[in-house]
């Protein structure tokens, strides 16, 4: 099941994509952390990116140590921050950690602390220690870094997850991929993943970038990919590679906003459409059949929206035309209908055509409702300006119906500028295609299509994909909008806004092409 | 509230128990009896385990179009039949009379989730094709509930409304399906309220199903259904 709704969701996505937007020039971002409502990730070299809302970035402050590929995580009362620097010819280098009590740079209490070194390699050993990435294990709470760069391998060390200092110096680090960098490890469902970034980096849209993963039951490993192949010996599934207009994915970070809403970040080596610039992006996480998936922020278009749940699709409350205009109805379920069975059953079908009922002869039209037109000529799509003319001039009630590819049933999708967003994506504007009613939210909880756009709050759609792939829809929080609220098949036929249940498949919906 | 349910009891002591519905309470030339459906027994009922309600007072149908898309509906029902359609409470029994023909409210109980509408059409040996079916009953709530929702399902069309107002409206040729159709939230007030609708059927099998929900989607309990009298 998961699987096919994965592939309804992803497939019909072809049109343009949408990158984050302000400042988001950097290489090597660490994992995207939130301090206060705030978004930060930390780059090479110092860069700093800061966010209100996960869409529209700026630049931050650097903080004490300015090295490589930092990583950072939060531990209880204070922000840890990795930072990789070579110390020598490579490959001998160092991670070092600073700790700081907030990451706001204007709050009183920052103040980076320096935390000591947590892994280092001499120049001759098979490892190259940068790149740190850490991980807090949510099964047993204990705390790792794996770091490492080529020149050998990918390795793991346990630290402290009070402090975030190293644990037991003393102990031996454990190879656990090589021939890659910029790891860092997840853990679902019982399985620890290991993702770690294979090709060349820094060479613009020439970089071979790309980022592979394996799984182990065991946080040392031994990973394998799908195949079998182990990543000690170079194995590694294909988890996100180059597309559309950016290059060279790497340096994954897992970004887990709760309620199934999983987001991973990472650099493009190139966005093509910021020439050819290092860039920050943020983008779905699914999971299909065990492994990670790299989902897609919401991509501009039209769409039938479906429910998961119903089967049915979003639709303006007004009377439908069928495509090509009506036909006589068929022989089957004819005027005088059967003796109903014994309960009409919970689907109540039609009686055995043409028997005669109670009310009167048996038999419908005959054949004639099943017969295409005469000259078989395509019938073209419906002509949403002539069938919305006996639509109501005001504000029209929104349910959901059989999708029968009519007007009032395919949605224009568009992010709307200046408006904020979300981490990965912009806000949206629903409205019917061709004709602008917008789909809106109301102060008591329920849906209405507008006349028109105004931009405000209840008419911008939050549209984060969920890790099976399919979508949640929430209007963007405002004053007539104050309760975070998702999109709900209540009904076959009934939509309103509801808290969101994970567990449910209620909010969950397909965008398909119509 | 006592004797609400005497008074009931007293009237529905000379109907046949739960015998199924049919015998000479209905039109001359009845088929009956209808498999679904009895006489009520009791002078409330609770609504099932899921919540549906099973306690009604169907109006024998009136031979109308059969056109189902929303506006055809809609020009159905604001058609005036008979006196109050919109307020009237009947009893079981009660007449009114239609383009000159009289027709019957019949008070019944459903044994499953759903009111056949077929069965209670074909055992009193009326139509069942191109009719309109005026269906009533009373929600008793022990309290105000606020934030409820009506679910339903109708085979084929159907307008709802609680307390008056209009909050569901169902079109086209279709089946029923649990929860087809949900109101908005909506507030059950303390004492009686008056669920009423109309089912439009084009051809074939007919019924419905209904049940509140509340506030957290789950079947709404804690009220009893009754016909007839309200409780005044």
């Known amino acids: 099941m998961k699987s096919i709704l994965l592939a309804a969701a992803i497939l019909p996505l072809a049109s343009s994509a949408f990158a984050l937007d302000g400042q988001v020039t950097i290489h090597d971002p660490s994992t995207v952390i939130q301090c206060d409502g705030r978004y930060y990730t930390y780059g090479t070299g110092g860069g700093v990116l800061i966010s209100d809302d996960g869409w529209t970035w700026r630049r931050g402050v650097a903080p004490a140590r300015r090295g490589m590929a930092p990583d950072v995580i939060h531990l209880g009362d204070r922000y840890c921050l990795y930072v990789a620097a070579n110390i020598g010819a490579q490959p001998k280098a160092a991670i070092n950690m600073i700790w700081n009590g907030t990451l706001d740079p204007n709050?009183?209490?920052?103040?980076?602390?320096?935390?000591?070194?947590?892994?280092?390699?001499?120049?001759?050993?098979?490892?190259?220690?940068?790149?740190?990435?850490?991980?807090?294990?949510?099964?047993?709470?204990?705390?790792?870094?794996?770091?490492?760069?080529?020149?050998?391998?990918?390795?793991?060390?346990?630290?402290?997850?009070?402090?975030?200092?190293?644990?037991?110096?003393?102990?031996?680090?454990?190879?656990?991929?090589?021939?890659?960098?910029?790891?860092?490890?997840?853990?679902?469902?019982?399985?620890?993943?290991?993702?770690?970034?294979?090709?060349?980096?820094?060479?613009?849209?020439?970089?071979?970038?790309?980022?592979?993963?394996?799984?182990?039951?065991?946080?040392?490993?031994?990973?394998?990919?799908?195949?079998?192949?182990?990543?000690?010996?170079?194995?590694?599934?294909?988890?996100?590679?180059?597309?559309?207009?950016?290059?060279?994915?790497?340096?994954?970070?897992?970004?887990?906003?709760?309620?199934?809403?999983?987001?991973?970040?990472?650099?493009?080596?190139?966005?093509?459409?910021?020439?050819?610039?290092?860039?920050?992006?943020?983008?779905?996480?699914?999971?299909?059949?065990?492994?990670?998936?790299?989902?897609?922020?919401?991509?501009?278009?039209?769409?039938?929206?479906?429910?998961?749940?119903?089967?049915?699709?979003?639709?303006?409350?007004?009377?439908?035309?069928?495509?090509?205009?009506?036909?006589?109805?068929?022989?089957?379920?004819?005027?005088?209908?059967?003796?109903?069975?014994?309960?009409?059953?919970?689907?109540?079908?039609?009686?055995?055509?043409?028997?005669?009922?109670?009310?009167?002869?048996?038999?419908?039209?005959?054949?004639?409702?099943?017969?295409?037109?005469?000259?078989?000529?395509?019938?073209?799509?419906?002509?949403?300006?002539?069938?919305?003319?006996?639509?109501?001039?005001?504000?029209?009630?929104?349910?959901?119906?059989?999708?029968?590819?009519?007007?009032?049933?395919?949605?224009?999708?568009?992010?709307?500028?200046?408006?904020?967003?979300?981490?990965?994506?912009?806000?949206?504007?629903?409205?019917?295609?061709?004709?602008?009613?917008?789909?809106?939210?109301?102060?008591?909880?329920?849906?209405?299509?507008?006349?028109?756009?105004?931009?405000?709050?209840?008419?911008?759609?939050?549209?984060?994909?969920?890790?099976?792939?399919?979508?949640?829809?929430?209007?963007?929080?405002?004053?007539?909008?104050?309760?975070?609220?998702?999109?709900?098949?209540?009904?076959?036929?009934?939509?309103?806004?509801?808290?969101?249940?994970?567990?449910?498949?209620?909010?969950?919906?397909?965008?398909?092409?119509? | 509230m006592n004797t609400l349910r005497n008074i009931l009891m007293s009237a529905l002591a000379a109907l046949a128990g739960s015998a199924p519905i049919a015998t000479a309470a209905l039109s001359q030339g009845a088929r009956g009896p209808a498999p679904s459906l009895t006489r009520p027994a009791t002078a409330e009922k609770a609504p099932d385990a899921d919540g549906f309600m099973q306690r009604w007072l169907i109006l024998e149908p009136i031979p109308v179009s059969g056109r189902l898309a929303d506006s055809a509906v809609q020009a159905t029902v604001k058609r005036e039949y008979f006196t109050n359609q919109l307020s009237v409470i009947p009893r079981d029994g009660d007449k009114v009379t239609v383009g000159g023909a009289e027709l019957t409210w019949h008070a019944v109980d459903t044994k499953g989730y759903n009111v056949n509408l077929y069965h209670f059409a074909y055992a009193l040996s009326r139509p069942t094709s191109d009719v309109l079916f005026w269906i009533v009953t009373i929600v008793n709530c022990p309290r105000e509930m606020p934030g409820v929702r009506l679910a339903i399902g109708s085979n084929a069309a159907s307008v709802w409304w609680v307390n008056g107002e209009e909050v569901i409206g169902i079109y086209g040729d279709r089946q029923t399906v649990i929860d087809d159709g949900v109101s908005r939230r909506l507030t059950l007030k303390k004492g009686p309220n008056v669920v009423r609708c109309a089912v439009i059927n084009g051809g074939g099998a007919t019924d419905f199903c209904a049940r509140f929900l509340d506030g957290g989607d789950k079947p709404l309990k804690g009220f009893t259904l009754s016909v007839g009298e309200t409780g005044k």
């Open chain 1, 107 to 514: 709050s009183p209490d920052y103040k980076w602390e320096e935390g000591g070194g947590v892994a280092s390699s001499d120049g001759v050993e098979d490892c190259n220690a940068i790149d740190p990435g850490v991980f807090l294990d949510p099964a047993d709470g204990r705390l790792w870094l794996t770091y490492g760069s080529y020149f050998g391998y990918i390795r793991l060390v346990e630290l402290d997850p009070t402090t975030g200092k190293r644990l037991d110096t003393n102990d031996r680090p454990l190879d656990i991929a090589i021939n890659c960098e910029a790891s860092d490890m997840i853990y679902h469902d019982g399985w620890y993943y290991l993702l770690a970034t294979h090709g060349s980096c820094c060479r613009g849209s020439d970089s071979g970038y790309n980022i592979r993963v394996g799984r182990a039951r065991n946080v040392a490993g031994p990973f394998l990919d799908h195949t079998g192949l182990e990543m000690l010996r170079g194995g590694g599934k294909l988890f996100v590679g180059s597309g559309g207009r950016v290059v060279g994915p790497g340096h994954f970070g897992l970004l887990d906003l709760g309620e199934d809403v999983q987001k991973f970040s990472c650099h493009f080596e190139a966005d093509l459409d910021r020439g050819g610039a290092s860039v920050l992006d943020i983008r779905p996480l699914l999971w299909k059949d065990g492994w990670p998936v790299a989902g897609d922020n919401f991509k501009e278009g039209t769409y039938e929206i479906e429910s998961v749940r119903t089967g049915t699709a979003l639709e303006l409350a007004v009377e439908g035309v069928p495509v090509g205009g009506g036909r006589a109805r068929g022989f089957r379920g004819g005027a005088g209908g059967g003796p109903g069975g014994p309960g009409a059953g919970p689907s109540g079908t039609n009686g055995p055509a043409g028997v005669s009922g109670p009310g009167g002869p048996g038999g419908g039209a005959g054949f004639g409702g099943f017969g295409a037109r005469g000259d078989g000529a395509p019938i073209p799509p419906q002509d949403v300006a002539q069938v919305s003319t006996n639509w109501p001039a005001g504000n029209v009630a929104v349910r959901m119906g059989n999708y029968m590819v009519q007007a009032q049933q395919k949605w224009t999708v568009t992010p709307v500028a200046n408006a904020g967003g979300y981490p990965g994506s912009p806000y949206f504007k629903i409205s019917i295609a061709g004709a602008g009613r917008t789909l809106a939210a109301t102060e008591d909880g329920e849906l209405v299509a507008l006349l028109g756009f105004t931009g405000e709050p209840e008419q911008l759609w939050r549209l984060d994909q969920l890790t099976d792939g399919t979508w949640r829809i929430m209007p963007k929080p405002g004053p007539k909008t104050k309760e975070p609220l998702a999109l709900s098949a209540i009904g076959s036929s009934s939509a309103t806004l509801a808290k969101f249940d994970p567990d449910s498949d209620k909010q969950r919906w397909l965008f398909k092409t119509p």
